[in-house]
């Protein structure tokens, strides 16, 4: 017997969960749409929601990060950090990004920088092997190249990673579209240390959360690594962060 969606009883509701970002979430009735067909499918309308919430969530992927160079190499939905971020930034998400090895992640040329995150994605480096509440995985700029991560997309998540040395920032969030973002959790922190600019900015971003992350320490948290300037810049009106 075949199912679908009735209108009536889609309800959306948005919940308030902690100071800075939003949940939404929606219930579904479903009923015989075979009795149904004649009532709901003449509206194109309709069915163009119910084809947009399928593509939505269809489109997101799981991708693995198995390898520690630096190129955009990879097969399938495996590959460099690199080769994932490509991946991701290609369809509408949420994707997420996990690991499978650990170690350090040199970015040793200007070719080498990474995509900036354009898609609705999560970097999860706690699920690297002997990850235990300290960063396994290493971003290292050394002192040369860019920002560790720059993001512009909304929704995106940052996990258990060290990021350090880079030229510019540790993590880069920019522009209006970037909001609803979370930089580290408890137990899953973010290392943000030795970049030569800022340690995070948010740039006209709203609605994010940073927090359980050690910015201007190494992982034990107890030597000095600071940033070259403020460890968190906030710019251009980035509200209830």
């Known amino acids: 017997m075949a199912f679908g969606l009735a209108r009536s009883n889609c309800i959306s509701k948005v919940l308030m969960q902690g100071a ?6 929606s219930k579904f009735r479903l009923y015989n749409t075979t009795a149904m ?5 003449p509206n194109p309308f309709y069915a163009l ?26 097969i399938g939905n495996s590959g460099t950090l690199y080769y994932c971020i490509t991946k991701a930034n290609q369809s509408t998400g949420p994707h997420t990004i996990n690991f499978s090895i ?26 690297a092997p002997g990850y235990a509440g300290i960063p396994v995985i290493l971003l290292e700029g050394n002192g040369n190249y860019g920002n560790g991560l720059e993001i512009t997309a909304g929704g995106c998540e940052i996990y258990g990673l060290e990021i350090a040395s880079f030229s510019g ?21 973010n290392v943000i240390r030795d970049n030569n600019y800022y340690g995070i ?25 600071g940033n070259g300037y403020d460890g968190l810049d906030f710019q251009n009106a980035a509200d209830y962060n």
């Open 20 to 25: 800075g970002y939003l949940h939404t979430y």
């Open 37 to 41: 067909k004649k009532a709901f499918y």
């Open 49 to 74: 929601v119910i084809s947009l919430f399928i593509s939505y969530h269809a489109g997101a992927t799981v991708y693995d990060v198995n390898s520690l160079a630096t190129t955009n190499t990879g």
């Open 102 to 127: 650990a170690g350090t992640i040199a970015i040793s040329t200007s070719g080498s920088v990474l995509p900036v995150l354009t898609k609705q994605i999560i970097i999860n480096a706690t699920t």
């Open 169 to 189: 920032r540790g993590i880069y969030i920019h522009g209006s579209t970037a909001g609803d973002f979370k930089i580290g959790a408890a137990g899953k922190g």
């Open 201 to 225: 900015t948010v740039d006209a971003a709203d609605n994010g959360v940073i927090a359980y992350n050690k910015v201007g320490t190494d992982a034990s948290g107890s030597n000095c690594a």
